[in-house]
């Protein structure tokens, strides 16, 4: 695999810049392999292959308009992976069939969990500072607190929607002073 990754790879880049002969290469070369993956794609949910070869032209029309998305530092074949998933799950939506898929199959082309900002209580209550009376009160009574909109309005004697107004603005006024470094 790590061969044909690596054959494909230079074709798709060489196709990017012009390369016509490269490009025609690849699609040949990707056929097979396409439907392999889509006919696997078919029997995990239980379904005869019946629209391999649509699902294979959907793909192949997809990694056409969507070539120059791809990441030539990246590698190629996870990408591919994604188009045919991503036409198999569109084929299968129009069946009205359901699918579900492990996230073990995936795992590897996933992007990681972005890095968690979480703020100490002091540095909340240092920010919560900056907004003034029910805005605040709300904002802590739901966020730090953990009350729901329904027992925060209970509590303030207000409306659902003007406690998630409130809500609203204070997170908004909360943001903005974060990003600038008031904190």
């Known amino acids: 695999m790590r061969s044909e990754e690596a054959r494909w790879a230079g074709w798709m880049r060489a196709a990017n810049a012009g390369d016509s002969q490269a490009y025609r290469r690849l699609l040949e070369a990707l056929t097979p392999f396409l439907r392999m993956v889509v006919r696997q794609g078919f029997a995990r949910a239980g379904l005869s292959g019946s629209e391999v070869e649509d699902v294979v032209q959907e793909t192949l029309l997809a990694i ?28 299968l939506r129009r069946r009205g069939n359901r699918m ?20 100490s209580r002091g540095e909340a209550e240092r920010l919560l500072s900056i907004l003034g009376g029910r805005q605040r009160e709300i904002v802590q009574a739901i ?26 603005r204070g997170l908004g006024a909360l943001a903005a002073a974060y990003r600038s470094g008031e904190r």
């Open 143 to 168: 966020c730090v607190d953990g009350a729901s909109i329904k027992e925060a309005s209970a509590k303030f004697g207000i409306s659902e929607g003007a406690t998630r107004v409130a809500l609203h």
């Open 100 to 119: 579900d898929l492990p996230i073990e199959d995936f795992a590897d082309s996933l992007p990681a969990e972005p890095a968690s900002e979480e703020i």
């Open 64 to 91: 056409h308009l969507k070539r120059q998305t791809w990441d030539a530092e990246q590698l190629f074949t996870p990408w591919v992976r994604a188009v045919a998933r991503n036409k198999l799950i569109d084929n």
